[in-house]
């Protein structure tokens, strides 16, 4: 794996902001100005949606995973400008977006399984899963079929989502590990001779599986989400997926053919200020798309409860212990299965069936030996009791007749006299 070539003119600018006459307006300040005002309304907007919905902290689970949703524009828009405008560090800054996003995508399951969960009366998910029926996959995976009330059907699904949350980071990771050996080489695309496209294809294959998961539990759960905004909720998080990555991939593709370097500028750095700076603009329109995809209305307290300190939801925010909580989860459960031992601590065969909890069915207390028929492994109710020297039929009784009520009242057996005990 040979060293790249650098990303970044040996010639740096070295004129002032701020000149004689004023600002020195060129290209590059110009814009600067615009993303800057840009970052700034964004942060405004969302700081409106995160004040409202940290004042009206009345649901814990489901606001938490909100917050989180929420911070997406802000840190995107922030970090673009940062990339703007230190672009010869463009790298390391690009990095830490994609790292939120993968927080973004778990923090949206989450949110969804809570509200499958509230649409139930035990206020579980399972129970609204246990009405499914099996089901073909998605594309393009529809030769399989899948049924949700399996046990693992969850767990595959969380941790399909929050695999991202680890392999990402760990991407990043190593890409700085190999930006700082000059081995990752961005610019040169998906050459085999350097890191990037290994790394690319790592990442590929991860955010695939995570979108995968979310689309599935969606549309498994459509019915249970209705009134919820689902699609808007997720069109949010989704868009500006979408736009950062394919209009990355159109600025790189312009490089030497539209864009061409000057100066203080390669192709690279053009391209990647582009992207930034496009980043910036957009991220506005999203922050207010997510004002009313996620309103803090259906939260509003109760009259007269007073309004939750504004510290206590941002920690909750930023707190991912249900993150890590969900993958040891979901990983201790497959390392149970593949051990084949019982998913929890209690076993099937310590749950009592019916004649061991009534005392039927060859179950039986200390004074009454009771024994099982012979081939009859499974015992019913419908069958006979037998007890030592007797038995009786605890079969449905024949239908009840006019007859019967002129009939005195049955003798209860007394069990010292007919057991002589």
């Not at 969302?46 to 997406?72: D, E, G, W």
């Not at 922050?287 to 939260?299: I, Q, R, T």
């Not at 509003?300 to 249900?322: E, H, M, Q, V």
Request: net charge positive.
């Amino acid at each position: 794996m040979g060293n790249c070539p650098s990303d970044n003119t040996n010639a740096i600018d070295q004129s002032s902001f701020w000149g004689p006459n004023g600002v020195n307006w060129d290209t590059h300040r110009i814009g600067l100005a615009v993303a800057g005002s840009c970052t700034l309304v964004t942060i405004i907007i969302s700081s409106i949606s995160i004040l409202l919905h940290a004042r009206s902290y009345t649901n814990p689970r489901q606001q938490r995973q909100i917050l989180r949703i929420l911070f997406m524009p802000p840190i995107y828009s922030f970090i673009s400008f940062l990339s703007y405008r230190f672009f010869r560090a463009y790298t390391y800054y690009s990095l830490i977006q994609v790292v939120y996003e993968a927080i973004t995508l778990s923090a949206f399951l989450l949110l969804l399984i809570e509200f499958v969960a509230d649409s139930t009366v035990v206020k579980d998910p399972k129970a609204a899963l246990a009405r499914k029926e099996k089901r073909r996959l998605m594309l393009p995976l529809c030769c399989w079929r899948y049924r949700p009330t399996k046990a693992y059907f969850m767990y595959a699904v969380k941790w399909a989502v929050l695999q991202y949350v680890i392999v990402r980071p760990a991407v990043s990771i190593a890409s700085i590990i190999c930006e700082a050996f000059n081995v990752l080489c961005p610019s040169e695309g998906f050459s085999p001779k350097y890191a990037n496209v290994y790394l690319s294809a790592i990442d590929f294959v991860s955010i695939s599986v995570a979108l995968y998961g979310l689309l599935l539990f969606y549309s498994l759960t459509k019915e249970e989400l209705k009134g919820r905004r689902p699609l808007a909720k997720f069109l949010a998080i989704k868009l500006i997926v979408f736009f950062t990555f394919y209009q990355s991939f159109v600025f790189s593709a312009l490089n030497g053919k539209v864009i061409h370097a000057t100066e203080y500028w390669t192709v690279t750095n053009i391209s990647n200020g582009l992207n930034a700076f496009a980043i910036c603009i957009e991220m506005i329109f999203f922050s207010a798309f997510m004002l009313w995809a996620y309103p803090w209305k259906e939260y509003k307290r109760k009259p007269g409860t007073p309004a939750t300190r504004i510290w206590r939801p941002l920690l909750d925010c930023f707190n991912y212990s249900d993150f890590v909580l969900e993958i040891v989860g979901s990983v201790q459960y497959y390392f149970n299965r593949s051990s084949l031992k019982p998913p929890t601590a209690r076993g099937p065969t310590d749950v009592p069936d019916f004649g061991e909890t009534f005392g039927v069915g060859g179950y039986a207390n200390d004074r009454l030996p009771i024994r099982r028929e012979r081939g009859s492994p499974n015992p019913s109710v419908s069958g006979e009791l037998h007890v030592i020297g007797s038995s009786f039929d605890l079969s449905s009784p024949p239908p009840y007749t006019t007859s019967d009520a002129m009939q005195p009242p049955p003798r209860h057996p007394d069990l010292k006299k007919d057991f002589a005990l």
